[in-house]
């Protein structure tokens, strides 16, 4: 089980699921962590928990502006970001007849638009410090392949460009340090699966995903850089 003493992270879309397990799990290993999603209520909840090694901020994972805010804030409470896990995610399920353009994009505003900004913001600190990791959760829905559902080429779609994302990134930033890698994530046990799946049941809990994100954010995945590590049962 790694220790991420005192390391300073920022996990985005943390107000539930996987993302909120993930900042949880990491302060209870030593993290000193920023949670941010645009629920102020679910945030001040995790936050109180966990008294002084959560710190919640809130706004919009797609908004330049409120991403900047984010870092700022978590700057001036902890220090410059060394561990980055985009979580922030939504889902909205339409066949590609029936989906305006507003709704196509911004499901790649919340699902990609906002990975981007936050290593934008979080990248050139960790680079003049020559350390720092990011994690980039995407989905089995995002890897060629695994077969796909009606109503879901948006998601679909969104989940890729992650994906391709994070393989470009990594060759960027590499000399300089940072690792950058992606989790794909089958069905798990979150408010999220539930509103989508109709029922079905999920193929893993959200401290089973949490588990995977710690992992790559962790020393013991450090040969790996620009990888897409499947958690999926096929």
Known sequence: MADFGDRVAVVTGASSGIG??????????????????????????????????IFAVTGDAAEPADVDRLFEQTEARFGPCDILVNCAGMIDPALVVDLDAGRWDRMFAVN???????????????????????????SISGVPGPEKFPGFASYNASKAAVIAFTEALAVEVKQHGVRVNCVSFGSVDTPMWAAASGGAPAEMTA??????????????????????????SV
Do not use: W
């Not at 397990?21 to 966990?50: C, D, N, P, Q, T």
């Not at 906002?114 to 995407?138: H, K």
């Open 20 to 53: 909120r397990r993930a900042a949880e799990m990491l302060a209870e290993r030593g993290a000193k962590v920023a949670i941010f999603a645009r629920s102020a209520e679910k945030l001040s909840a995790i936050a109180s928990r966990h008294a002084a090694r």
């Open 112 to 138: 990609a638009r906002s990975a981007f900004l936050a290593c934008r913001r979080a990248l050139p600190r960790m680079i003049e410090r020559r350390t720092g990791v990011i994690v980039n959760v995407s």
């Open 207 to 232: 401290d089973e995903a949490a588990e995977s994100i710690l992992f790559l954010a962790s020393p013991q995945s450090r040969p790996m850089n620009g990888q897409n590590l499947h958690v999926y």
